[in-house]
């Protein structure tokens, strides 16, 4: 079955950087576009990176110039490079096909203190 698993995560000051990792498993990852989600307490999940079978991607506006989503076909993971983070970045972050996938990993908490 379609399965996510989510690492990287820590608490890290503002201005750090992290690098998150998702090891996906169950389909074909070389041919699916990926996303990397958030979500914060009291807030709906929300988009933070999206990259394609070919490498194209797109950004939240709050995240551009910041984080940089890649892939590795060969190891069917997805990662995200998180660099000057801001307290604002805190939250569950899960990657996975889409927002309406019904296949969610746990996810990874980030926590960034100011």
């Known amino acids: 079955q379609v399965q996510f698993v989510e690492s990287g995560g820590g608490l890290v000051q503002a201005g750090g950087s992290l690098r998150l990792s998702c090891a996906a498993s169950g389909f074909t990852f070389a041919i699916a576009a990926m996303g990397w989600y958030r979500q914060a307490p009291g807030k709906q999940r929300e988009l933070v990176a999206r990259?394609?079978?070919?490498?194209?991607?797109i950004y939240a506006d709050s995240v551009k110039g910041r984080f940089t989503i890649s892939r590795d076909n060969a190891k069917n993971t997805v990662y995200l490079e998180m660099n000057s983070l801001k307290p604002d970045d805190t939250a569950v972050y899960y990657c996975a096909l889409n927002l309406m996938s019904p296949y969610w990993g746990r996810g990874t908490q980030v926590t960034v203190s100011s």
């Open positions: 990259i394609t079978s070919g490498g194209s991607t």
